[in-house]
């Protein structure tokens, strides 16, 4: 197993998307004796390969704003901000490229399954998993790839950039988009999309059954050659900050849902999205990684 991770995501400011966030995973890690042997740093990328599943008018848009931050009130700017988006994209390029070896999880920052086409947002700027997936397509590394989103949130900007596209399977298991953000439907239109709307009170057992049976019939039906997770850690029943309300309260539900993608046996990596409580993140992706090494 290899983690991606650079000190430079501390560089960015956020709140609740925070750089404590990082620091919280590394230091739970590192009391579980997942030391920095297991580290390496992200891929260095260039502007151009962005343009693989990005609109250079959203690139010029994060340039901009960057260079004069200016914020929304869900993603704060500074002049860091554009280049920290970047090396997250290429964190999760790098985890993508190590998944034919070993499973490999980008530990970056800022997350990126809300930013579409030409669109940021949700504490978005630029989509690491969907440039990732592309990008290794792209190499000859993989043909037919499978994305498992489990964030809390649907990833509409995933959604939005491989619909249509035969070669891409998007899965997101999340709470009902009427009962939290992005706030509206985003309804499927190919038969390579599969959006599974989660109702409050879930809970552990229930969100176990459904992520497995839905995992396993995307896997079945689609025969990917690759796994690309996007890891959110706030469907936890303590993210109350972002309105989870799943009622997932057991560490162990990540390490199950870890178990039923490795047990398919498919080269895989993850990247991680959402999960805000300090207190409690660190626990929940050791949780994860727990069923990959």
């Known amino acids: 197993m290899k983690l991606v991770y650079s000190s430079r995501f501390l560089h960015h400011p956020g709140f609740p998307e925070s750089p404590e966030r990082l620091l919280a995973v590394r230091k739970f890690l590192a009391e579980k004796g997942i030391g920095k ?28 704003r960057s260079a004069s931050m200016l914020s929304t009130p869900d993603n704060p700017f500074q ?6 988006a970047k090396l997250s994209a290429g964190a999760a390029l790098k985890a993508a490229r190590i998944a034919g070896e070993e499973f490999a999880f980008s530990l970056g920052r800022p997350p990126g399954h809300h930013a579409g086409t030409n669109s940021f947002g949700g504490f978005c700027y630029l989509n690491n998993v969907a440039f990732a997936v592309r990008k290794v397509q792209r190499e000859g590394l993989a043909e037919k790839v499978l994305i498992v989103d489990f964030d ?30 992005p706030w509206r439907d985003f309804p499927a239109r190919d038969k390579t999309t599969r959006l599974v709307p989660l109702q409050a009170g879930t809970g552990d057992r229930g969100y176990v059954e459904v992520f497995g049976a839905e995992a396993e019939e995307a896997v079945r039906k689609f025969e990917p050659h690759l796994l690309a997770v996007s890891a959110g850690f706030d469907i936890f029943h303590a993210d109350l900050s972002v309105g989870a309300a799943l009622g997932v309260e057991s560490s162990e539900t990540f390490r199950a849902v870890g178990e039923r993608l490795a047990s398919f046996g498919i080269p895989c990596f993850a990247v991680l999205e959402g999960g805000y409580d300090l207190k409690t993140l660190g626990e929940n992706v050791f949780s994860f990684l727990r069923a990959f090494y």
Do not use: C, M, W
Request: hydrophobic share 35%; net charge negative.
């Open 37 to 64: 042997e297991f580290y390496v740093l992200p891929e260095k990328i260039r502007e151009k390969d962005l343009l693989l599943v990005h609109a250079k008018q959203l690139l010029q848009e994060l340039k901009e």
């Open 152 to 181: 809390v949130h649907l990833g509409q900007g995933t959604q939005e950039i491989f619909s249509g596209d035969d070669s891409v399977f998007y899965l997101s298991l999340h709470q009902d988009t009427a009962t939290i953000y």
């Open 79 to 84: 002049e860091n901000t554009y280049e920290t």
